[in-house]
C-alpha cells in the first residue's frame, strides 16, 4: 500500500467496510469512509465501528447515500480517491423479498452512481463486492467463477448479477480496471446482526428459539472476517490487466472454500456462548439455497489467498466480542 493514495471504501461503517478500513488504517494509508447509516440492523452497532475509525488520524468519514448522486459526486470531487472499494449495498436475501425497492435503490441505482463517479474522477481501481447468492440453485459444487450464474433466486441475488454486468461494461467503455469479488458467507466481530451466527447469539441471549431453515439439512461456506479482509488486502493493490478483448475486469470468489454443515456451526456457537440453543425447525424459505461452496483457485493462483481460520476459532472469537459487546453474563 502507498500512504500517498487515499482510498475511498463505501458502506465504510459496515461489518467488512469497518474491517477493511480499520487493516488498511493500519498500512498507513488515508481512508475515507461513506455510509448513509440507514436502520435495516440496529445504528449503534454502526456508530460504534465508526468510533473505533475515528480515532485514527488518516481517517474520515462523510454520511452520503448512494441514491443520492449529487452528494456521491461531490465526494469524489472533494477526495479524489485514488482506489475505491464499493461495499454499500441493501444485503439481506430475504429481505429483497419483503422491500424490494430499497434493493433497486441501494444496489442497482447506487452503484451506478459509483461507476459514474469512477468515470468521471478517473481511478486507479475500483473494487466491488458482489456475493456467493448470484449462483443460485447451481447443484454443480464448487461455485466456479465460469458457471452460469443466469437464474438468480432472490432479487437480492439479481442485483449482484447486475452490478457485475454493469461494472464490465463500464470498464470495457471508458478503460476502469474493475474487480468484483462474490463473497461467501462471512462472520466475525462487529458482523452483521442478520447474519446466521449474530442473529443466532442474540437469541441465545434473549432465550428465544433460533429458526433453523430446511430442518438443519443446510451448508455454507463460512467464512472468518481476517481471512477475507486478507484477500482484499491483495487484490486492492493488483488491478486487473487487459483481457483478449483489452478489458481490465475480473471477478473472483472469496471464501473459505470449506463448506460447513448448519448443525456443526450452531453447536460451535453454543460452546462458546457456554449455552444450549433453543431450536424452531422450519422449512426451506423463498430464495434460500442448499449450499455454498467456493472454488477459489484464480485468489490462490493470482494472490496466494489462502484462508487460515477454523469454524471453531472464529466462533470462539466472535463469541468473545459479542459477549463484551453486549455484556452477556454466560460463560464456557
Known sequence: MEAEKTYLITGGAGFIGYHLSKRLLELGVRVVGMDNLNDYYE???KE???????????????????????????????????????????????????????????????????????????VEHLVFASSSSVYGGNEKVPFSTEDQ????????????????????????LYGIPVTGLRFFTVYGPYGRPDMACYKFALKMMEDKPIQIYNNGDMYRDFTYIDDIIGGVEKVLGHAPEADRLGTRYKIYNIGNNKPEKLMDFIAALEKYMGKEARKEYLPMQPGDVYQ????????????????????DEGMRRFAEWFKEYYGYEKTV
Open 43 to 45: 445504528v449503534s452497532l
Open 48 to 122: 460504534a465501528r465508526l468510533d473505533l475509525l475515528r480515532k485514527e488520524e488518516k481517517y474520515s468519514f462523510a454520511k452520503c447515500d448512494l441514491a443520492d448522486k449529487e452528494g456521491v459526486f461531490a465526494l469524489f470531487e472533494k477526495e479524489r480517491p485514488d482506489v475505491v472499494v464499493n461495499l454499500a449495498a441493501q444485503a439481506g436475501v430475504r429481505y429483497s423479498i419483503e422491500n424490494p425497492d430499497a434493493y433497486v435503490q441501494s444496489n442497482l441505482v447506487g452503484f451506478f452512481h459509483v461507476l459514474e463517479a469512477c468515470r468521471r474522477y478517473p
Open 149 to 172: 450464474v443466469d437464474h438468480p433466486v432472490s432479487l437480492y441475488a439479481a442485483t449482484k448479477k447486475s452490478n457485475e454486468l454493469m461494472a464490465y461494461s463500464y470498464s470495457k
Open 292 to 311: 455454498t461452496y467456493a472454488d477459489i483457485e484464480d485468489m490462490k493462483k493470482d494472490f496466494g489467498f489462502q484462508p487460515r481460520t477454523s469454524m
